[in-house]
């Protein structure tokens, strides 16, 4: 008898929401936070979601990072339902296939760029060489390799937001959920951060979804979602005429280029005042 050909199961999107709405607070307290929102994220992606101060963003991402749960609907991540899934199973999704970015960068402040960056991978029970290893790496792809011993307090702004990214990436993730990650800081330094994710999307492959309020970062993702009062109200391609590279593209990737050849010196110990980059 001839062989029955497998179905062909058409791939689901890696996260897809139907239906999600969020209440917080008692029912006559209750703040309707979303509102019966679908959504869809191919791999690969890279996604913008704007609306206004208070517009339920922070809600959604939360409920994408499997931070919270939805009050109602169905939330999936590659075809899973998350309601059927026990709170370690979640936070093992947290921990394997995302990476958080957040507006205040929430480093700790007592340990090194090394040591933050390494947090995720010390809870994934890896041992310490490789470990190390991943961190280095992921501090290599966000230009930060001679940084390593650094605190947050002696990084500025926008390195210790390159650090909570290499954070983000050090284990690989498949989706990448940024809320405000340019919020606290300068536009030049904005634009470099959004050359980062722009080039962890194109160069690595992670689906990258980022909360803005800034229509010219939304500009420089290739999808636009926006907000308001809890719906989406919007929800277009940026066209490739409107689609703006980051400014330090070019630069920000013969950094780490350059940074990646140096890898072989790069080393765990103090940099030495002065030493040629
Ligand atoms: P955004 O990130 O767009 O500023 P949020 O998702 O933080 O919006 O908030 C959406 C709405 O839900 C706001 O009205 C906010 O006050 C309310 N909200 C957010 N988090 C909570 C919470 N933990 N408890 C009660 N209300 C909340
Ligand atoms: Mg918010």
Same mark, same amino acid.
């Given at each position: 008898?001839?062989?029955?050909?497998?179905?062909?199961?058409?791939?689901?999107? %890696?996260?897809?929401?139907?239906?999600?709405?969020?209440?917080?607070?008692?029912?006559?307290?209750?703040?309707?936070?979303?509102?019966?929102?679908?959504?869809?994220?191919?791999?690969?992606?890279?996604?913008?979601?704007?609306?206004?101060?208070?517009?339920?963003?922070?809600?959604?991402?939360?409920? *994408?990072?499997? %931070?919270?749960?939805?009050?109602?609907?169905?939330?999936?991540?590659?075809?899973?339902?998350?309601?059927? %899934?026990?709170?370690?199973?979640?936070?093992?999704?947290?921990?394997?296939?995302?990476?958080?970015?957040?507006?205040?960068?929430?480093?700790?402040?007592?340990?090194?760029?090394?040591?933050?960056?390494?947090?995720?991978?010390?809870?994934?029970?890896?041992?310490?060489? =490789?470990?190390?290893?991943?961190?280095?790496?992921? *501090?290599?792809?966000?230009?930060?390799?001679?940084?390593?011993?650094?605190?947050?307090?002696?990084?500025?702004?926008?390195?210790?937001?390159?650090?909570?990214?290499?954070?983000?990436?050090?284990?690989?993730?498949?989706?990448?959920?940024?809320?405000?990650?340019?919020?606290?800081?300068?536009?030049?330094?904005?634009?470099?951060?959004?050359?980062?994710?722009?080039?962890?999307?194109?160069?690595?492959?992670?689906?990258?979804?980022?909360?803005?309020?800034?229509? %010219?970062?939304?500009?420089?993702?290739?999808?636009?979602?926006?907000?308001?009062?809890?719906?989406?109200?919007?929800?277009?391609?940026?066209?490739?005429? =409107?689609?703006?590279?980051?400014?330090?593209?070019?630069?920000?990737?013969?950094?780490?280029?350059?940074?990646?050849?140096?890898?072989?010196?790069?080393?765990?110990?103090?940099?030495?005042?002065?030493?040629?980059?």
């Amino acid at each position: 008898m001839a062989e029955t050909p497998l179905p062909t199961v058409p791939r689901a999107p %890696l996260l897809e929401l139907r239906g999600v709405g969020k209440t917080y607070g008692e029912s006559g307290l209750a703040v309707s936070a979303l509102r019966g929102v679908y959504l869809r994220v191919q791999a690969g992606e890279l996604i913008s979601i704007m609306g206004p101060s208070g517009s339920g963003k922070s809600t959604l991402m939360n409920i *994408l990072g499997c %931070l919270d749960r939805p009050s109602e609907g169905t939330y999936l991540i590659e075809g899973r339902d998350v309601s059927t %899934l026990t709170d370690n199973e979640l936070a093992e999704i947290r921990n394997r296939k995302i990476g958080f970015v957040f507006q205040t960068f929430n480093l700790l402040h007592r340990s090194t760029a090394m040591d933050n960056v390494e947090l995720p991978l010390i809870y994934r029970g890896l041992p310490r060489t =490789e470990r190390r290893r991943l961190a280095r790496e992921a *501090l290599v792809v966000v230009g930060m390799p001679h940084r390593l011993t650094h605190r947050p307090a002696q990084l500025s702004g926008g390195e210790q937001q390159r650090v909570a990214i290499a954070r983000a990436l050090a284990g690989s993730p498949r989706l990448i959920l940024a809320d405000e990650p340019t919020g606290n800081l300068d536009s030049r330094t904005g634009e470099e951060i959004m050359g980062i994710f722009q080039r962890v999307n194109s160069e690595l492959g992670v689906t990258v979804v980022l909360v803005t309020h800034d229509p %010219l970062r939304g500009k420089q993702t290739r999808r636009l979602v926006q907000v308001r009062d809890g719906e989406i109200v919007e929800d277009e391609p940026v066209s490739e005429a =409107e689609f703006r590279l980051a400014e330090p593209w070019a630069r920000a990737t013969a950094e780490a280029t350059r940074a990646a050849a140096e890898t072989a010196r790069v080393t765990t110990e103090p940099e030495k005042v002065g030493a040629p980059r």
